[in-house]
């Protein structure tokens, strides 16, 4: 079993703020995540003036924004990525950041990025996945709002540009913020991994750390989760995110699982074998026998502990004459 990459996405949780965002950091780093992950965008590039906001957003951010005032506030500047990608080596964790445009993907690839993650919006986003194909670098691409056809699409358009089918892992998401848990769908996942023959994960948007757990249970590689310093704080994603306590929780919860998983062989383990012996039983005397006499069924029982004839070799047993004389409860 490959360690699973937990990818603690800050998204943008730290409100446009240097110092917030280099807290999320630290948490991430203290939770034993492999990755922080952030947003690059050019407002200006993404959103056009008149476009609406969620129903999520306009619950938790300031009702007479737009998308485009809300989203512009979040954006983080080139040396603000130069000094997180720094920090977060410092911290000795992964810097990853999802680009949502041409020239962020340009920036991202210039800052030396081993990682491009894709997001569920892009899917469909041709001009976007061949930039990204062309890259030839390690891709996670999440699935949010797709079916099967628009995976096979996107897919196809990453691997004939040149990006290798290896290094590509398929996450299945909702982008429902939270996800209702009738809508998670998770087996959805694993039918991903099956159809493609790709590595997949699973990008989760639910509250709480259930159903990221149960996703490394069904074999997941990575698994992607938002997080906060605080749901309470106003902002866009951080209603829907783990708080520092709940992200270390999930990946303790994550890191027993793999363990736990453990290879496809049953057999006793190393830490159980002792208990062999107390647990199982032996056939021993019922009753007093003489040497000569027939076993009979009610001249013997079976009893703990396991460290004489198996019970079952019972029926060898039973008709053969006593070797010599026993008391009561000893093995035979």
Request: with cysteine; charged share 30%; hydrophobic share 40%.
């Amino acid at each position: 079993m490959n360690k699973v990459f937990i990818i603690a996405e800050a998204g943008v949780n730290h409100n446009g703020k240097k110092e917030l965002a280099k807290k999320l950091i630290d948490v991430a780093s203290e939770a034993g995540a492999d990755a922080v992950k952030f947003q690059t965008f050019k407002t200006e590039n993404l959103v056009s003036k008149n476009a609406q906001k969620a129903e999520y957003q306009k619950q938790t951010t300031n009702k007479e924004e737009s998308q485009f005032e809300m989203i512009k506030k979040l954006e983080l500047d080139v040396d603000t990525h130069k000094e997180l990608i720094s920090y977060a080596q410092e911290k000795n964790i992964m810097f990853l950041s999802t680009p949502f445009d041409h020239d962020s993907i340009e920036l991202l690839d210039d800052l030396g990025l081993e990682i491009f993650k894709i997001p569920s919006g892009e899917i469909t986003n041709l001009p976007y996945l061949r930039q990204i194909g062309k890259l030839n670098k390690k891709v996670i691409l999440s699935t949010g709002m797709a079916d099967i056809g628009e995976i096979e699409d996107a897919l196809d358009i990453l691997i004939s540009y040149g990006t290798k089918k290896e290094n590509i892992i398929v996450l299945h998401a909702n982008t429902e913020y939270p996800t209702p848990m009738e809508d998670v769908n998770l087996k959805a996942m694993v039918t991903i991994g099956n159809t493609f023959d790709i590595k997949f994960g699973y990008s989760d948007h639910t509250l709480g750390i259930e159903v990221p757990t149960a996703a490394v249970a069904m074999g997941a590689y990575c698994i992607e989760k938002h997080f906060t310093l605080d749901k309470t704080m106003e902002g866009p994603d951080h209603k829907a995110s783990l708080e520092p306590d709940e992200l270390k929780a999930m990946v303790r919860a994550i890191r027993n699982i793999e363990k736990a998983l453990g290879s496809t062989l049953k057999k006793p383990s190393k830490s159980e074998a002792k208990n062999k012996e107390i647990v199982r039983k032996s056939i021993v005397a019922k009753t007093e026998i003489k040497v000569g006499e027939v076993f009979t069924e009610d001249k013997l029982a079976i009893k703990r502990p396991g460290n004489g004839i198996s019970p079952m070799q019972w029926d060898e047993i039973i008709g053969t004459f006593a070797q010599k004389d026993y008391k009561e409860d000893e093995l035979i």
